[in-house]
């Protein structure tokens, strides 16, 4: 159970994010960084405060919350309600709608083998509708505030240092074991087994497991190899070896599929040419959305991943084994409501399952519906941000726009084995979103110069036209001559 200090925690972070905002030397965008993610790095797991209609507050929607209500009362930003583009709004809105739609098809209580779990009303939904909008409110935050490529590396260097400043409490916990959660907030927020890998331990600190501790340095490591490749510096650091020290520190985080995902962004950012990143973004996102029809329909290879998961010991491909298992079993559920899921109260859950990964988990919970919406309104957005920024002529930001396309398809994988679409990861992808619809618009309003400069560079010579590279002082004495 947490103790005072958890809720105490959670009760004075508005208060942290008016003193942040109130920092006239910080800029609004570095500002909603640190509250965002700051939040989210430090604020106890698991613990939440439960208010009559509202959702619960917690580490992701209380951070949310402070950092859009600064914005507006303190920095007089216009916070962007949805995202632009026809089609995107369109998913935002479908995705806004799938609560509503669970709870209306699943008025009745249900048996899930151990325990009952309790009917959708529409408070149910209301409730549900807003905890979803506050999750994915980082993501409006950073298109509204993310203007040009410069921002963007701002996000990625404020990445890097709150990489930095997290390590020595993860050299910490490697040392001595994950501690730090039951000191400060009074209990360890997951099985304290699973944090013991390869004779040693994982560091957990803050994010209630060392997965998601190791999915976070894989995305510092990611940020700053974009950097180092786009020759940056970050405040006199000798950025290669941070690449080094981050590398080091994914290695001791002893999880390999942070391994897998982390160092193969890196090797792709660090030697594929932007496009080529680009377009990679694009077929695995493509892929996260079938994937749950190939698994259906029997076209995983399960056997396969488990033997070539034998490399990392028997017991790593023990695990993998048993997480194909639980995910077979969860499909075969979330098929029986398969338009519009479970709902919510873990209905989508069977009573020996454990859902670890988000995609399974939101097909699950809001069906079909839910999940073409969800990753839908992902793949669209990585679409239009790989169609517009292949159109810059900046090299540079190309680089910096694709280096950030890989670190968002690093998450973008790990939603297959686990959960961790962070508040990070929606203010990155509201970053990259803002930048190239930035550009978009710039694009087409030099469009629209060209088209007007066209036409007032057409002169008339008595009833035919000609283009301005005709001297208009000579195409007015000629018709002055005709008159």
């Avoid at 995910?327 to 899921?341: M, Q």
């Amino acid at each position: 159970m947490p103790n005072t200090f958890a809720y105490i925690a959670l009760i004075s972070w508005p208060l942290v994010a008016i003193v942040i905002y109130r920092m006239s030397r910080m800029s609004t965008l570095t500002a909603t960084f640190w509250v965002l993610v700051g939040g989210y790095l430090l604020l106890p797991v698991r613990t939440k405060i439960d208010l009559p209609l509202i959702p619960p507050l917690d580490q992701i929607t209380i951070p949310a919350i402070s950092a859009a209500v600064c914005c507006i009362l303190i920095r007089k930003v216009r916070i962007k309600l949805l995202p632009d583009g026809t089609i995107m709004r369109c998913l935002f809105i479908c995705l806004m709608l799938a609560p509503l739609l669970s709870a209306i098809t699943n008025p009745e209580p249900m048996f899930d083998g151990l325990r009952q779990k309790p009917g959708l009303t529409y408070y149910d939904a209301i409730a549900d509708t807003v905890g979803n909008y506050l999750k994915i409110l980082p993501l409006l935050l950073g298109i509204t505030l993310v203007r040009n490529t410069q921002d963007i590396v701002k996000l990625l260097k404020l990445l890097i240092y709150a990489g930095i400043a997290y390590s020595p409490l993860m050299l910490l916990e490697i040392r001595i074991s994950p501690q730090l959660h039951t000191w400060v907030y009074g209990f360890f927020p997951h099985q304290f087994t699973q944090q013991i890998r390869f004779d040693g331990f994982r560091p957990v600190v803050f994010l209630g497991h060392g997965l998601l501790v190791a999915t976070f340095i894989a995305m510092v490591l990611c940020a700053t190899a974009t950097l180092w490749r786009r020759k940056y510096r970050i405040s006199g650091l000798p950025i290669g070896l941070l690449v080094i020290y981050f590398a080091v520190i994914l290695v001791l985080c002893k999880a390999v599929s942070a391994w897998l995902l982390g160092f193969g962004a890196m090797l792709c950012i660090l030697f594929l040419p932007p496009k080529v990143q680009m377009r990679a973004s694009i077929i695995v996102t493509l892929f996260i959305v079938v994937y749950p029809l190939l698994a259906i329909n029997g076209l995983i290879p399960y056997q396969k991943l488990i033997e070539l998961s034998t490399i990392f010991g028997s017991e790593r491909a023990h695990s993998l084994a048993f997480r194909f298992t639980q995910e077979s079993e969860l499909l075969e559920h979330a098929a029986k409501k398969i338009a519009f899921g479970w709902g919510m109260w873990g209905r989508h859950q069977l009573s020996n399952s454990i859902s670890d990964g988000h995609l399974i988990g939101v097909l699950g919970t809001y069906g079909i519906w839910g999940y073409l919406t969800e990753t839908g309104l992902l793949l669209s957005a990585f679409i239009y941000t790989v169609r517009t920024a292949q159109r810059s002529r900046d090299r540079r930001a190309i680089g910096v726009i694709a280096g950030t396309m890989s670190i968002l398809m690093l998450v973008m994988i790990d939603q297959i084995p686990n959960s961790s679409l962070t508040p990070c990861f929606w203010l990155l992808l509201g970053g990259v979103l803002g930048v190239t619809s930035r550009m978009h618009r710039q694009a087409l309003r030099q469009r629209q110069r060209i088209r007007l400069q066209s036409i007032n560079d057409l002169v008339f010579i008595g009833n035919r036209r000609v283009f301005a590279p005709v001297n208009r002082v000579h195409v007015e004495s000629l018709n002055a001559g005709r008159s």
